[in-house]
């Protein structure tokens, strides 16, 4: 039986993650839930699952998710905690063999950090945590025992088509380089004219997936490919320049392997996020994870191209901070966090996200990310100059 903490339960990884381990339930039972604004769909889970402790942002909120999860003698079945002290908790407790790591952007940093300095079953689906911290995150990995199984689609594909010994060197594993798969989102045909009078709505109408809004949006600008791509880079130890983005419509091939023999492997199936999930949780056994199998016949033809810059300008800025290192990386994710909360939100437009971001790289003036401090003092310092731009 493993006891899993869920960090971020109410967004999509953190559902499907829950729809795996209900299929198990001699496999898997939920130890802590956690939650940011989604107060009420938290509450039902906890109704269903009675994990000893849920997570929410703030006080207030606290308090409201007690009430709604009260049991029949008035007491709450699970302790309500809040705040950053309480996701690190839940993240590191001594009881927990395994941790989903779900929330989105940097605020999921300092949680999955706890998780593995407890070195505990990481699954991370939080790539922000690694865009911003990865040299800290990886030694922390490999100084604390961690295990480290990547949940997004590409990097589970990846992991999935290296050998079951790789031990992070491309050159002694024969790796020529590494290719990412991506949708294109929404715009993928759009008229590039088109692209600054994009709707928040049009941008999170996903083609293939079904995410949150803020990731949708990072499918339309490509930006998360970007960071994607910086992840990759910190999970198998590949230089940037031997990680290239395909233009893949369908999603069915979730990313290649290419070795110097001439091999390119990859990793097919439909696009549903419980498959690498179930990989994840029960790895290295396989697992049913509800997925309908993948129909090749009824499939058909499938269509791969490079993607143009001049539509995915984010993806290029992804790799100029790759390759810039030091914390251009942090200034990157910072920078787009705001710009997309700015376009959620009607303050900017869709083609301003990119904008914003070059102009704060531009102008970074960059430090050593020697400590969690750093890295959190650069992206705060990358969120201001951001949001001095949009005001």
């Given at each position: 039986m493993q006891l899993v903490t869920v960090?971020?339960?109410?967004?999509?990884?953190?559902?499907?993650?829950?729809?795996?381990?209900?299929?198990?339930?001699d496999r898997f039972r939920a130890f802590a839930l956690t939650a940011h604004t989604r107060i009420d769909l938290l509450a039902q889970q906890c109704r269903r699952w009675q994990p000893r402790y849920a997570v929410v942002a703030n006080h207030q909120d606290a308090q409201r998710l007690a009430e709604s999860i009260q049991n029949g003698s008035g007491s709450p079945a699970t302790k309500v905690?809040?705040?950053?002290?309480?996701?690190?908790?839940?993240?590191?407790?001594?009881?927990?063999?395994?941790?989903?790591?779900?929330?989105?952007g940097g605020a999921g940093l300092v949680p999955t950090m706890a998780a593995v300095h407890a070195?505990?079953?990481?699954?991370?689906?939080?790539?922000?945590?690694?865009?911003?911290?990865?040299?800290?995150?990886?030694?922390?990995v490999r100084s604390c025992g961690a295990t480290l199984l990547p949940i997004d689609s590409e990097h589970?594909?990846?992991?999935?088509?290296?050998?079951?010994?790789?031990?992070?060197?491309?050159?002694?594993?024969?790796?020529?380089?590494?290719?990412?798969?991506?949708?294109?989102?929404?715009?993928?045909?759009?008229?590039?004219?088109?692209?600054?009078r994009v709707t928040p709505e049009q941008a999170c109408a996903h083609p293939n997936w079904r995410m949150g809004r803020k990731i949708s949006v990072d499918s339309a600008t490509m930006m998360?490919?970007?960071?994607?791509?910086?992840?990759?880079?910190?999970?198998?130890?590949?230089?940037?320049?031997?990680?290239?983005?395909?233009?893949?419509a369908e999603s069915i091939v979730h990313s290649l392997v290419e070795y110097v023999d001439g091999s390119l492997l990859a990793q097919l199936g439909n696009p549903d996020m419980r498959t690498p999930i179930a990989h994840a949780l029960n790895w290295p056994q396989r697992l049913e994870s509800g997925v309908t199998p993948l129909d090749l016949i009824g499939a058909g033809a499938l269509h791969f191209s490079a993607p143009e810059p001049a539509r995915y300008p984010c993806l290029g800025l992804a790799r100029e901070a790759g390759e810039a290192g030091k914390d251009y990386a942090v200034?990157?994710?910072?920078?787009?966090?705001?710009a997309v909360a700015a376009f959620l939100d009607g303050k900017i437009g869709f083609c301003r996200i990119a904008e914003i971001v070059a102009e704060i790289l531009h102008r970074w003036e960059a430090s050593e990310p020697q400590d969690l401090a750093v890295v959190q003092a650069s992206d705060a310092r990358a969120r201001h100059a951001a949001l001095a731009l949009i005001h």
């Open positions: 960090l971020g339960a109410t967004g999509s990884i953190g559902v499907n993650t829950l729809d795996v381990m209900a299929r198990h339930p905690l809040w705040g950053e002290e309480g996701l690190v908790e839940v993240a590191a407790h001594p009881d927990v063999g395994t941790v989903m790591a779900a929330i989105v070195g505990k079953r990481v699954l991370l689906a939080n790539k922000e945590a690694l865009v911003m911290a990865g040299a800290l995150f990886m030694e922390g589970n594909a990846i992991f999935q088509c290296l050998p079951p010994d790789y031990r992070g060197d491309p050159q002694a594993a024969g790796i020529r380089r590494i290719l990412l798969s991506a949708s294109g989102g929404p715009f993928r045909t759009i008229e590039l004219e088109q692209l600054p998360n490919k970007g960071l994607e791509l910086l992840e990759a880079c910190w999970l198998f130890g590949v230089e940037v320049q031997q990680v290239d983005v395909v233009i893949h200034a990157l994710n910072a920078a787009n966090e705001v």
